[in-house]
């Protein structure tokens, strides 16, 4: 298994511009979740997802969003970035209630978003 | 609001005991404790979680008070590539979100 995968490891972008950040995962788990960490801080949530087709806000929202058309992908846009949203961006999944995977979150490589 | 407390930074000497405590006052009868770590800027790692009882895997133990006000991960043997941000976590089961504080920083010194 590859387990979460992150796509670009590294992007930097002006304010205004738009762009998706790619995750997805081959362990067939239902829960997906995004979150941002600043320098020197800890990781907050973003938007996450108990299933195909059903997503929920986390702690700091504004200014993204996601879908989740699948169980494989759960992607993360900003439609207008702005230099505050610049930070390290982690994917993270885990399986449902009764599954071996269920108590322990899988996280992706993280993303690193630069906006000028 | 924070649902843990735990201190901002701890040392511990190479091949020593670490013992990293954490506050969780106003925990709920429903909620585990969980651990994770962050090693330098890679994605979190899961080490251990537990309800009541004490727990213990091959990465740590977990020791949680009777009263289940506060609980210890102990690293029993630290080595170098043990130092990271450790993350103390209440939980309840179901489909609720990780929700992460700022952590300990533990630094295992030669």
């Known amino acids: 298994n590859a387990g979460v995968t992150q796509t670009p490891k590294f992007q930097v972008l002006k304010t205004g511009q738009s762009m998706t950040l790619q995750c997805a995962q081959d362990?067939?788990?239902?829960?997906m979740s995004w979150y941002r960490q600043d320098p020197g801080m800890g990781l907050r949530l973003i938007h996450y997802s108990v299933g195909a087709g059903i997503t929920d806000q986390g702690e700091v929202p504004n200014g993204y969003n996601v879908s989740r058309s699948t169980t494989e992908d759960f992607p993360l846009r900003l439609l207008s970035a702005a230099p505050s949203q610049t930070s390290v961006y982690f994917c993270a999944s885990r399986g449902s209630s009764g599954e071996s995977s269920y108590n322990e979150q899988f996280f992706g490589p993280g993303t690193r978003l630069t906006v000028l | 609001d924070a649902k843990t407390t735990q201190p901002p930074s701890m040392d511990c000497a190479e091949g020593r005991a670490a013992n990293l405590p954490c506050n969780h006052s106003?925990?709920?009868?429903?909620?585990?404790v969980y651990w994770y770590r962050q090693i330098h800027s890679q994605g979190p790692q899961y080490i251990i979680h537990?309800?009541?009882n004490n727990e213990t895997n091959e990465m740590a133990s977990l020791i949680i008070t009777e009263d289940r006000k506060s609980s210890t991960l102990i690293l029993p043997h630290a080595t170098l590539r043990d130092t990271a941000v450790y993350y103390c976590?209440?939980?309840?089961?179901?489909?609720?979100?990780?929700?992460f504080g700022k952590g300990t920083r533990l630094s295992v010194i030669a």
């Open positions: 537990g309800l009541k």
């Open positions: 106003t925990i709920s009868g429903n909620e585990y």
């Open positions: 976590i209440v939980r309840v089961h179901g489909n609720t979100p990780l929700v």
């Open positions: 362990m067939n788990h239902e829960y």
